[in-house]
């Protein structure tokens, strides 16, 4: 059975530094896809960040990018220059489709940005 | 037009009330997914339509029954409710399957 880990439930980080949020996930299968999602209080959740499995390439979006270790299992978020409104709940999906269908939520980590 | 939406935004029921969230999205999108999500928890899966068949159904109550009308809207109807069913409800859509999903606000959901 596939699992999502995000160890950290909360985190903190000064306006302008840098935080990375953990995730580590466990399937048998070769051809999945990671993804960061961010749900900012009381707003809906949008996609911060894709990874294709098959790609060695690290995903990057403007401040956003993700150390991908396919080998540890390991899909870690860096957030660079952080900013007040990267206040949110971050979760990390893993998402298979092989016969079958499974798109699986992390716990999230909650990360709040201090001014 | 890259948004979903999801009416109503809040709705109070009682156990024996019936009643319907209804999700819209206009960006041809061909895979839609309904999730239950409590208050500091991830979401959960529910149900998933691609190319507007049911293609999952996570074990869920049949008190909760799903519809796809078309393409664009997808339905969860809803009858003798928990009160454990309280929770947000978000509808999502994806190009298909294999792809990012795009959320819905959500419907805040409480049963009394």
């Known amino acids: 059975a596939q699992t999502v880990t995000q160890s950290q439930p909360e985190m903190s980080v000064q306006e302008a530094e840098t935080v990375t949020l953990s995730c580590t996930y466990d399937t048998s299968e070769n051809n999945y896809y990671l993804f960061w999602y961010k749900q900012p209080p009381s707003r809906q959740m949008i996609l911060v960040i894709r990874?294709?499995?098959?790609?060695?390439q690290n995903a990057t979006e403007n401040r956003f990018s993700v150390n991908f270790q396919k080998a540890a299992k390991s899909f870690s978020l860096k957030i660079s220059d952080s900013q007040l409104g990267d206040t949110a709940m971050y979760f990390c999906?893993?998402?298979?489709?092989?016969?079958?269908?499974?798109?699986?939520f992390g716990t999230g980590t909650r990360l709040k940005v201090l001014a | 037009d890259t948004e979903v939406t999801q009416t109503p935004k809040h709705l109070v029921m009682g156990m024996t009330n019936k009643k319907s969230l209804k999700c819209e999205q206009h960006?041809?999108?061909?895979?839609m997914y309904w999730y239950k999500q409590k208050a500091k928890k991830p979401p959960e899966l529910m149900f998933v339509?691609?190319?507007?068949?049911?293609?999952i159904n996570e074990s869920v109550p049949s008190r909760f029954s799903p519809e796809c009308p078309n393409s664009s809207l997808l339905n969860l109807h809803l009858h003798a409710l928990q009160p454990e069913d309280s929770a947000l409800y978000l509808c999502a859509s994806s190009p298909a399957l294999a792809y990012e999903q795009y959320f819905g606000p959500g419907t805040r959901l409480t049963v009394t």
């Open positions: 960006m041809g999108h061909r895979a």
């Open positions: 990874q294709e499995a098959y790609k060695q």
């Open positions: 999906a893993f998402m298979i489709r092989d016969g079958t269908y499974k798109y699986i």
């Open positions: 339509y691609s190319y507007e068949k049911l293609s």
